[in-house]
């Protein structure tokens, strides 16, 4: 997957062959927000422009942006994988919450 990032807000890029464009969706975020360039420079400007307008649209409606993470995440897992990972965080000598946010990590690294 192809991103870029501008203020903390990540977009996925992918490019529609048939209409000869990049074309943009900020990731995270409710609001769907999409733009789309020709070249990657016009790409880039749009992308910024859609987080410029979301940002201005949010303060002039009286909301707060949506951030694309808060750092709170709740999971619902299967009892035995919970056990298996509590397990695992202990053994490694850490609590679950830092355990899992290693694993996260690792997991979630940009290929």
């Known amino acids: 997957m192809n991103t870029m990032t501008h203020k903390g807000y990540t977009a996925r890029v992918e490019y529609d062959e048939r209409d000869n464009l990049f074309v943009g969706r ?8 999409s733009f789309h360039g020709e070249t990657v420079v016009q790409l880039r400007a749009e992308f910024e422009l859609a987080v410029k307008d979301y940002l201005a649209d949010c303060k002039e409606q009286g909301l707060h ?4 993470a808060s750092g709170k995440l709740l999971l619902r897992v299967p009892p035995e994988v919970h056990g298996r990972a509590l397990v695992a965080a202990q053994a490694a000598g850490k609590s679950l919450n830092q355990w899992a946010a290693e694993v996260l990590q690792r997991a979630a690294r940009p290929s």
């Open 26 to 33: 900020i990731l995270g975020i409710r609001n769907i927000i």
């Open 65 to 68: 942006p949506e951030k694309p």
